[in-house]
């Protein structure tokens, strides 16, 4: 069964970074590589909202609340996806889920990695 795994999540002071890691190592590498990814988010008492995506070809999309601050990459030899965070803000306080796509639906998701921004 595919898994994605999180990791990275964690307690951070405003203006911090963290940088959220996720793995896949079920997926069979050419599925990975041909495959688009995300990130998305949801804080408390909010609805889940995409953060950031990276196509297979590495079009990249962000949310208007992340830009400038945030970045994802992908390493495909490694089955990992990452999300580097900056500028934090007590906004960004949220659990945090990489996803892959098929068929342009977020299909897999991990079990998410939580991030807290405060004093």
């Known amino acids: 069964q595919e898994q994605l795994v999180e990791s990275g999540g964690g307690f951070v002071q405003p203006g911090g970074s963290l940088k959220l890691s996720c793995k896949s190592p079920?997926?069979?590498?050419?599925?990975?590589?041909?495959?688009?990814l995300g990130w998305f988010r949801q804080g408390p008492g909010e609805e889940r909202e995409l953060v950031a995506r990276?196509?297979?070809?590495?079009?990249?999309d962000y949310a208007d609340s992340v830009k400038g601050r945030f970045t994802i990459s992908k390493d495909n030899s490694k089955r990992m996806v990452y999300l580097q965070m900056g500028n934090l803000k007590s906004a960004d306080t949220a659990v945090y889920y990489c996803t892959r796509e098929e068929s342009g639906v977020p299909m897999y998701w991990g079990q998410g990695t939580r991030v807290t921004v405060g004093e």
């Open positions: 990276i196509t297979s070809g590495g079009i990249i």
């Open positions: 079920r997926t069979i590498l050419s599925v990975f590589t041909s495959s688009d």
